[in-house]
């Protein structure tokens, strides 16, 4: 692409550099013009040919600066080394520039950092030039201003992202900010190949992992006998595979059995370079120091076989001044001759006085003049203790395989070998301390990473420097990017479109569909799955359908878009799905409403989006998709906030959509917020019969969270509301919610009556009714709730009943919820009644119900009475069990009603029965602090009653067992719990 040509606007990771002329203003304020270009000139023209020579653009040159972006409109992988190159190449250049008569010697500064930035074509009245708009130009600009004269500094980020190893010093403790952080800057002085040397005090600090067939393999070419010796292998895995890794891993194995191993590398800087990985080959068999001119002459070369041809050939090659192979007047195939007839002796030489490994890295960025040398050394060199190994990517693998007789294919890692990496990566970090958010982020990253080793590793240490367990890694690691993006720079431009429009899709996609979309022929869409297809970007994966070969070649596809191509994909996108061949609209089950919405949100079209939010949260409904309701409902949340405040309304009823499923999920907190606001502004925009749905909704939610008072109060406004209206679903809504708080203030009898009303409406043909969209069925939720109140209130009949036609209405709907709400009534009488070994199997099937459907509302109180029908028919090792599960989720954090007051009652039970009576005291006291807390007699008649029982395990005075039983019995006989009330009194009478 010429540096002339506009391109397309592209999200890209780069390098940006700035170069500045010292004190060029003073100079030229007192000189004449033709002067002052006289001494800017030439400066500029050697900054602009470093940056040319290490494949650099130069976005802007302005007097006496000039900024230039390396990876900007081709992938450069190594972006960072390029720009340091280069900075370190043209400063050197000004300081050995003849000096202009009259005119001091041109100073430069040069200042770099790395990061995303949109890359785009600025038009302007000259033509336009090459742009990038984001901060990290910014923060290069500013890292310039602070360089010494003749300095070159680069940014922490920068770096980091140097391949090998560099000679950094801290700029004066100087740190530049960034996003509120301080970014430290270090001036360079060198830089070292990454492929320099074999590091025998180890390569890394840790041992190789998921690779123990290949790395087994390599080390048996280094047996003892040196039989196997006699090799040429090639590793062959897609960039961030962990090839190096394995290589310089079984290179330490051969230096512990004293074969000499010699590493070298092709580096894309060099690529063109003809003889580039010769020469370093070259040196480091002949020991030559070319790090500091006239610091080691080459070693006299005595003993070889060479022509005189050839041991010029050799002597230039090695020779520390540029251009002396170029320069060597004879024609080029002798040349090629010569000197890959000088490399095979050196390395027949060496292989002849000790056992020789040659490890020559990246294969697919060798120069195509050492290529054919290495193959000429393997035909002369086989029968000699010496080995070539090779590693490259697929793309090269046919070149490789040329000189190779075997070869090695690293593949993805194991799901296990993944975590086992990952959580070697976290073993030393603070940031993850909660098991439960540990969890959350090692599943985020094993999602995405998909076995790739560097990844798995970048991704790791991402999360470090966020300091946030826990936290989404939204974030594509600098150095990840621009290594997997190069694989589509080598794509057509319209294979180009075709996987963008695919990454738009998501990570697989129908070719059917997505040919419909694009609207192409047959013959132009097949030429481009063929051409995405060899290239490695997508895999088969069954008829009519291809997935991205890795997840992340989706997400840097799709992030690399700018806003604009985005919308304009996802928009074609969402009228192809939305309206059908005749030009009517599909329906919202032929594609979902989910993909629809979610095509339409990143279309900008945000007010259709809700519209089909509101089908796909209905639908989840409808289908007790809990997890998925509570997912759309953020959706909606988030595209009503982009909206602005027209869009409350909209925001309140999407919440009493799904206030049944975050009820379940114990996410109440997540809408109170919402309805509270609708309350503010006096149910603006709100109908009378939402106004009843949303203060039953508070009420509901005040009362889980532990406030009864402010929940009655929203309660009886709305029981008195809906009153007014003759409509069965509002005076549900209301009964129940006044009816559990009705419980909460030892109305029992009060509660259960209004429950068993309520509940009468539901039989016959109306039995399995629903009002609007819930997930819950009202004839069972209302009987359920009534039937365990009823247990308290020693009415174990009507309790029987309630729960019997609860059930007969679930197992007929075969509805998940409703069944284990009828277990969870049905284990709770059991329990009460002393049938406590049937009571703690069908609550512990009901827990296990709670934890594998989510039902995390009703989860606190089903562990708890789970826990203590277990305790009391002595099954305390699984009693144990359910309640560190159900401690360990911690749902009681949220749920703080009578359920936070059973599982301390529970747990302190559990204490107790293993003997543990201090700590059952201290824990139990938790527990009757959670029933003062909430103002609850009929849990405060339990915990009194319970106290007693604990007091008389630890041998307490008769008169301080004698006092909490007393008080639980007055709380009993207030709140006419008939069966609490005879456990009372038969302990006082004995």
């Known amino acids: 692409m010429s540096r002339d040509t506009p391109i397309e606007p592209e999200r890209r990771v780069v390098t940006v550099l700035y170069a500045d002329i010292v004190g060029s203003t003073d100079i030229i304020s007192k000189l004449d013009p033709d002067d002052a270009a006289d001494f800017l000139d030439p400066a500029i023209n050697k900054i602009i040919r470093s940056i040319h020579n290490f494949g650099g653009t130069v976005a802007r040159v302005q007097g006496d600066g000039v900024k230039a972006v390396f990876g900007a409109t081709r992938t450069q992988e190594d972006h960072a080394l390029r720009a340091a190159m280069a900075g370190l190449e043209m400063v050197e250049a000004l300081k050995t520039a003849s000096l202009i008569p009259g005119i001091p010697r041109a100073a430069l500064r040069v200042g770099m950092h790395s990061g995303y930035v949109i890359v785009r074509w600025q038009h302007n009245d000259m033509g336009g030039g090459l742009d990038t708009v984001g901060s990290t130009a910014h923060v290069a600009a500013k890292i310039e201003q602070i360089v010494p004269p003749n300095g070159v500094a680069m940014s922490e980020t920068t770096a980091n992202l140097l391949p090998g190893d560099a000679e950094l010093v801290p700029l004066a403790e100087t740190n530049i900010s960034q996003d509120g952080n301080d970014l430290k800057v270090f001036e360079i002085n060198s830089i070292t190949s990454p492929h320099d040397a074999i590091k025998t005090d180890r390569y890394d600090v840790h041992s190789l992992i998921g690779r123990d067939e290949e790395l087994k393999y390599l080390k048996s070419l280094f047996d003892t006998d040196m039989q196997n010796l006699r090799s040429s292998t090639c590793i062959i895995g897609e960039a961030g595979i962990g090839k190096s890794k394995l290589v310089r891993e079984a290179s330490l194995y051969a230096v512990k059995k004293n074969i000499r191993v010699e590493l070298v590398g092709g580096i894309s800087i060099y690529k063109d370079t003809p003889f580039f990985v010769l020469k370093s080959l070259a040196n480091k068999l002949l020991r030559v120091n070319v790090k500091t001119p006239g610091a080691a002459k080459p070693l006299p070369i005595t003993g070889l076989p060479l022509s005189e041809r050839e041991q010029v050939g050799l002597e230039r090659l090695i020779s520390i001044e540029q251009g002396s192979i170029a320069n060597w007047d004879i024609p080029v195939d002798d040349k090629r001759k010569a000197i890959q007839a000088a490399i095979s002796e050196v390395v027949a030489k060496v292989a002849s006085d000790s056992p020789l490994v040659l490890l020559v890295e990246d294969v697919h960025d060798v120069d195509f003049e050492s290529i054919q040398c290495l193959k000429h050394i393997v035909a002369q060199c086989m029968q000699l203790p010496f080995s070539l190994i090779l590693t490259t990517r697929p793309q090269a693998t046919e070149l490789a395989s040329t000189i190779l007789n075997s070869k090695v294919i690293l593949r993805p890692l194991s799901p296990v070998d993944s975590r086992r990496l990952i959580e070697r990566e976290l073993s030393s970090s603070s940031a993850i301390e909660v098991e439960k958010e540990t969890e959350t982020a090692i599943a985020d990253i094993l999602q995405r990473a998909d076995g790739l080793p560097l990844a798995l590793h970048e991704f790791s240490k991402l999360l470090k420097v966020q300091r946030t367990a826990g936290t989404k890694l939204n974030q594509m690691p600098l150095a990840l990017e621009p290594l997997l993006h190069q694989k589509f720079d080598a794509l057509t431009s319209k294979t180009g479109d075709f996987v963008q429009f695919a990454s738009a899709l998501g990570n697989r996609f129908n070719t059917v569909q997505l040919q419909d979309i694009l609207g192409w022929s047959d013959e132009k869409f097949q030429a481009a799955v063929s051409e995405s297809v060899d290239k490695s970007i997508f895999t088969q994966l069954e008829n009519d359908v291809l997935g991205f070969a890795h997840q992340l070649y989706q997400e840097i596809c799709y992030d690399s878009m700018v806003r604009s191509r985005k919308r304009e994909i996802h928009q074609q996108i969402y009228e192809s799905l939305s309206v059908s061949k005749d030009g009517h609209m599909s329906s919202a089950v032929s594609h979902g409403p989910q993909i629809l919405a979610y095509h339409a949100q990143e279309a900008g079209r945000l007010e259709l989006a809700l519209d089909h939010l509101w089908h796909a949260c209905s639908q989840a409904i409808a289908t007790s998709g809990i997890r998925t309701a509570q997912r759309l409902y953020h959706r909606a949340e988030f595209i009503c906030d982009q909206i602005g405040e027209e869009a409350a309304t909209r925001k309140v009823k999407f919440a009493s959509l799904v206030f049944d499923a975050l009820h379940q999920l114990a996410a109440h907190h997540e809408i109170l917020h919402v309805f509270q606001d609708a309350r503010a502004r006096d149910f603006e925009g709100l109908s009378d019969n939402e106004e009843v749905l949303i203060r039953a909704n508070i009420a509901t939610i005040e009362w889980i969270s532990g406030n009864p008072d402010e929940a009655y109060i929203e309660a009886k406004k709305a029981i008195e509301l809906a009153e007014k209206f003759d409509y069965l679903p509002l005076t549900t809504f209301a009964s129940f919610a006044i009816a559990n708080l009705e419980h909460s203030r030892g109305e029992i009898r009060k509660c259960v ?222 709140c006419e719990m008939s069966l609490l009330v005879e456990y009372c009194e038969s302990v006082l009478s004995d």
């Open 753 to 974: 009556d209004r429950l068993t009303k309520t509940s009468a409406y539901f039989k016959g043909q109306n039995a399995a009714l629903r009002f609007g969209q819930t997930i819950t069925l009202p004839g069972v939720i209302s009987r359920a709730f009534a039937s365990w109140y009823a247990v308290d209130l020693g009415d174990i009949k009507l309790a029987i009943d309630l729960e019997t036609k609860a059930r007969k209405i679930a197992e007929h709907e075969n509805h998940g919820y409703s069944k284990t709400l009828c277990d969870l009534a049905l284990g709770y009488r059991l329990y009460r009644t002393g049938e406590s070994e049937r009571g703690a199997e069908v609550l512990s099937r009901a827990y296990a119900t709670c934890i594998e459907e989510s039902f995390y509302g009703i989860a606190p109180m089903t562990a708890a009475w789970a826990g203590a029908a277990l305790l009391d028919s002595d099954q305390v090792e699984r009693a144990e069990a359910i309640l560190k599960q159900e401690l360990e989720l911690d749902h009681i954090s949220s749920v703080r009603n009578s359920g936070r007051y059973y599982i301390f009652s529970s747990q302190a039970k559990l204490l107790a029965k293993t003997g543990k009576l201090d700590s059952a005291y201290r824990v139990h006291q938790k527990a009757l602090k959670a029933a003062m807390d909430t103002n609850d007699p009929v849990s405060l008649a339990y915990a009194h009653v319970e106290k007693a029982d604990l007091l008389r395990q630890m041998k307490k005075q008769k008169r301080e067992v004698v006092a909490e039983l007393e008080t639980g019995l007055n709380l009993a006989r207030e």
